[in-house]
């Protein structure tokens, strides 16, 4: 049996021995590594606790808010407002910024989250999750004292410190990175504790699955019908392969899919909603999960720019996602460029 290594070991190395993040960084993803543990007992309760259904209110996105979804938020809320190592946060479920009250200490973070991904899919029993991403308050001038605003959460994704999710599927997984490559823990339940079970995870560059909601295909542009039928022509097509599909409408398990054996997933603009970039978020969606994937050798863009390069110009913004195994999206990209 190889040597367990819980995720606060994990942590301790990266900041002690690796120098890779200051102390209150990693107290700072312990806390929400420990508040994503508490949802996942919430959501294993299922039936059996007050939990499932909607709660009969929308969020500021004025999308009906299942009951976990308040659970969660309000669960990381109160888990990193102790904490001590924020300085704000931002969440899917809530308007504006929650700035950390003075009479705790401010750290210097901020964090952003979407509490948990893919509700849609909570009744039907399949797998959900979090997805978080932080930032330094003020990037250009980590000293200042000034008070945290809205626009200091609008900095590209490449600045992040820190980003991760956490699936709630047949085991409780957290997949993480500090920018030195991707690692994932398992929650073992009997110890309460996440421990490290990959790390060093690499996304293959070249795929046979391709992950998008088929049923607006009428709705893409041209490069993206053009992957996608070149996909579906199979080895008789300029593909000279044959492809599988999976699309499960939870982002969370999908990117899971992809960092443990490939593929690419797509939500692209599409006609519906033309003004609308994208449906997926950036901050606490596009940006964190991206920048796990090409920690781990995949790519992400939005068709035509590396995600991580956009510059958020609010906090609540849409993309267009395009991510995962690098060869596949550089061809959806080279598409768009009209290649
Ligand atoms: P659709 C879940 O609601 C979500 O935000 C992502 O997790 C998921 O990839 C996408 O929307 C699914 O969208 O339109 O297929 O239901």
Redesign the pocket.
Known sequence: MTERISLTRYLVEQQRVHGRIPPQLRLLVEVVARACKRISFAVNKGDLGDVMGTAGTENVQGEVQKKLDIIANEVLIEANEWGGHLAAMASEEMDGIYVVPNRFPQGEYLLMF?PL?????IDVNVSIGTIFSVLHKHHDDPTTDEPVTEADFLQPGHQQVAAGYCIYGPQTTLVLTVGDGVAMFTLDREQGSFVLTRENIRIPEDTKEFAI?M??MRHWDAPVRRYIDECLQGKEGPRGKDFNMR??????A?VHRILMRGGI?M?PWDKREPNKPG??RLMY?ANPMGWLVEQAGGAATNGRQRILDIQPAQLHERVSVILGSKNEVDRVTSYHSGI
């Open positions: 979407d991904d893919g509700s849609s899919n909601n049923s607006n699309w499960i409408a939870s982002m969370v999908d997933f939500y449906k997926l969606e």
